[in-house]
Structure formats: C-alpha cells, structure tokens
C-alpha cells in the first residue's frame, strides 16, 4: 500500500468515529428549543431590589425589572444593538447606557439617545416557583 492510500483511509477512519459525536451533539441542541424557558436568578433577588442583573444567562447578559408579585415583569437585553457592548444600569436616570458610544435606552428596551437604532431584545418573563424564567426565541 501506498503512503498516500495509508493516509487517505486514516483520514477517513477519522471522519467516520467523529461522525456519531458529531451527531450526538446536535440532537442535544434540541434540547432546547425556541418555546423554552429558562430560569436567570432567583425571584427573592428581584423582589429585594426590584431588579435583577443575570450577567451569564442562557440568554445572554439580562437584566429583569418588575418584582414576583406585581406579575408585570420587563426583561431586556444588556447588549447595545450598536456594537455589541454590555450595557451599565444608571439607576438615578433609569438607564441602560452603553460605555463604548454611549447609547441609552429605557428600561421598556427602547432607544433613547443614538447612535444606536435599535431596541434592545426584550424576553417574555414570568415567575416559576421561586425562579425568574425568561422564554427563549
């Protein structure tokens, strides 16, 4: 045999027993699909503060506005719709402001001062049990 031939049938033999790990792991994305949610903090945090700040969330950096028993929950995007930054919370104003262009946005995700153009994404939020959950998609 051939080097050549050698290293085409180890290459392929490569392929072939990575095939099943590659298989495995896309089913499990399934997992979670768009009409899931997913839990961000606990609800006794919110309730204390009447916000709660989830820096890694399933969903990204999430900030949550609203408390457990008022059932009116806002949940909004901490990633500037401009360049991506992580925004700050500037309680006096009632802002989410981006530290790299300094964008603002209300707390409803909507654009107060540019350059940002976009809102932020905002998620469907609800209490379960004691969990703030956020629906994904």
């Known amino acids: 045999m051939k080097r050549r031939d050698f290293i085409n049938w180890v290459g392929l033999g490569l392929i072939g027993s990575s095939l099943p790990v590659a298989i495995a792991a896309c089913s499990s ?21 009447g916000q709660l700040l989830a820096k ?3 969903v990204g950096p999430v900030l949550v506005f609203g408390t457990s028993k008022s059932g009116n ?28 262009h ?11 001062r540019g350059p940002a153009k976009e809102p ?3 998620f469907a939020t609800k ?8 629906k994904l998609g």
Request: charged share 25%; aromatic share 4%.
């Open 29 to 49: 994305l399934k997992n979670i699909g768009l009409e899931d949610w997913v839990s961000v903090g606990p609800s006794a945090e919110l309730d204390k503060t």
């Open 56 to 58: 890694e969330s399933p």
């Open 73 to 100: 929950l806002t949940a909004v995007s901490l990633s500037c719709t401009h360049a991506g930054c992580t925004l700050g919370w500037k309680a006096d104003t009632k802002k989410l402001v981006c530290p790299c």
């Open 102 to 112: 300094g964008s603002e946005f209300g707390v409803d995700g909507k654009v107060q």
């Open 120 to 122: 932020l994404k905002t």
């Open 127 to 134: 209490i379960e049990g004691d969990s703030v959950v956020v």
